[in-house]
């Protein structure tokens, strides 16, 4: 049994020396684990003539698909989650900048005021100032109260930070209303103790957002709707309660030791709500995820794709069954890392706002979940036969190959690479690549995933 341990290969046409970090096209949305551009484009050159066809069989938020745009050939990416198609189609999309600033614009006009209102603080000077954050910490068991406010004082420049007294009345509850979109149960695969998705806001923000929200459905033009719902649902992880708290003891030892705080994200994929967690100001999000948006449309002007590519939302063997036979030269794969991030689950939190949340076909996700043991392993080797034996019948004889993948277990590793020897590939050569940054989740899961991933070449025989 072959195993991480000997991918040890030298450096080949497709070992750069190392993964390179987002350009802004990759920095719009949160997916789990983007692969790095680089990398992927030095697979492509590798794999694939100019012009010729690619196939992204788990394409996630699209960065194969859409580098094969970039690089003059033509890619076709199929994900299972239709959140990974809403990002990997606004990823690709070209999109007039002034049409983007006009629709901002008009939803601003329409919400911002009250949605601000719904943070009004009352500043020391008399005057009302707005919060930009709040720092929540768990009292007692599920009970959290504001320890820390930060703020903008229009009247006297004040911002904080301003510790507050514990106890102190819990200004983001009894606003009185209960979104009913979010009153949606959160699936076992990705949660530990929140039950619903309205849990994972505070009640202002579940308010904020809800305005937002509304207010973007009230534009009448259809494709800046759908721009803005991109927007919206980029901005979402960080208006919720998964951004935890990066916490500096204070230098000064004669003054009582205040701890200086730091804005964290959410990178653990699961939802845990830290101890000590942010509710950022949600208009705030909202505001600085459509300049993250106009940045990354920026870096990915029309004139740079010189090939194309499209998505299809669907599983990955049906999909395929779906195109035509021996039509590709070049097939690109990241699957699943067994259960290690469980896509669908962590996407729920995103599509109750779209509509989507009923959509999501969890019997056909390939997984494996963590606590079910060897039926897990075999029926997720099962699902790998299935969705590689229908990718083999679209690619042409001696088309290349080239799965990447990050697992630590040996066992999936097993899985993995018997269920493309079963479905008809013949192994070419591996090598490791460490990755551009050590993963938060690396640090608290050290079993489940590994520094880099493993990119394997394969041929059709
Ligand atoms: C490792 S991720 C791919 C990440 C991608 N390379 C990127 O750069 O964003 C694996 C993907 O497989 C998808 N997936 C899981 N089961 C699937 C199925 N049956 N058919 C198609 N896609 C599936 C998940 O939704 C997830 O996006
Ligand atoms: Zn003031």
């Known amino acids: 049994m072959s195993t991480i341990a000997d991918a040890t290969q030298p450096a080949t046409p497709l070992s750069p020396p190392r993964g390179e970090t987002h350009p802004p096209r990759y920095l719009m949305h949160k997916y789990w684990s983007r692969k790095?551009?680089?990398?992927v484009r030095d697979a492509l050159v590798w794999g694939c003539p100019p012009g010729g066809r690619v196939l992204d069989l788990f394409c996630g938020s699209g960065v194969a698909t859409v580098e094969a745009a970039l690089s003059g050939r033509h890619g076709v990416g199929i994900d299972l989650n239709p959140l990974a198609i809403h990002i990997a189609r606004h990823t690709l999309e070209p999109v007039d900048p002034a049409l983007l600033r006009a629709a901002f614009d008009r939803v601003s006009r329409a919400c911002r005021d009250d949605v601000l209102s719904l943070y009004a603080f009352p500043?020391?000077?008399?005057?009302?100032?707005?919060?930009?954050?709040v720092i929540w910490d768990e009292f007692y068991t599920q009970y959290y109260h504001p320890s820390q406010v930060k703020y903008n004082c229009p009247r006297c420049g004040k911002r904080g930070p301003l510790h507050l007294e514990p106890g102190r009345r819990d200004e983001a509850r009894g606003l009185g209303r209960v979104i009913p979109r979010l009153k949606v149960s959160l699936h076992a695969s990705a949660h530990q103790s929140v039950a619903t998705v309205d849990e994972l806001f505070t009640e202002r923000a579940q308010l904020a957002l809800e305005e937002i929200y509304q207010s973007i459905s009230e534009l009448p033009d259809r494709v800046m709707r759908d721009w803005m719902r991109f927007v919206f649902t980029a901005a979402l992880p960080q208006a919720s309660r998964l951004v935890f708290v990066i916490d500096h003891r204070g230098r000064s030892r004669s003054a009582p030791v205040k701890r200086k705080a730091e804005l964290g994200s959410w990178t653990i994929?699961?939802?845990w709500i830290p101890k000590r967690h942010f509710?950022?100001?949600?208009w705030q999000c909202f505001e600085q995820r459509f300049r993250k948006v106009l940045r990354g449309k920026a870096d990915l002007p029309a004139e740079r794709i010189s090939g194309s590519g499209r998505f299809v939302c669907g599983d990955a063997a049906e999909a395929c069954r779906a195109l035509p036979e021996q039509s590709f030269d070049m097939l690109f794969a990241d699957p699943p890392y067994g259960g290690a991030v469980p896509y669908l689950g962590l996407s729920l939190m995103w599509a109750v706002w779209t509509?989507?949340?009923?959509?999501?076909n969890f019997a056909r996700e390939i997984t494996m979940p963590m606590s079910n043991g060897k039926t897990g392993l075999a029926r997720f080797r099962a699902q790998l036969v299935e969705a590689f034996?229908?990718?083999?019948?679209?690619?042409?004889?001696?088309?290349?190959?080239?799965?990447t993948f990050n697992q630590k277990r040996a066992d999936v590793w097993q899985a993995l690479e018997s269920a493309l020897e079963e479905a008809g590939y013949r192994a070419e050569g591996r090598h490791h690549v460490p990755g551009a940054r050590q993963s938060a989740k690396s640090l608290l899961v050290p079993e489940g995933s590994m520094q880099g991933d493993v990119w394997m070449r394969y041929r059709v025989e």
């Open 279 to 282: 509710e950022v100001n949600a």
């Open 123 to 133: 500043c020391a000077c008399g005057s009302t100032a707005t919060l930009s954050h």
């Open 355 to 360: 509509e989507e949340a009923e959509s999501l």
């Open 389 to 403: 034996a229908a990718a083999r019948r679209v690619l042409k004889p001696g088309a290349a190959v080239v799965v």
């Open 269 to 271: 994929p699961n939802y």
């Open 36 to 39: 790095a551009h680089n990398l």
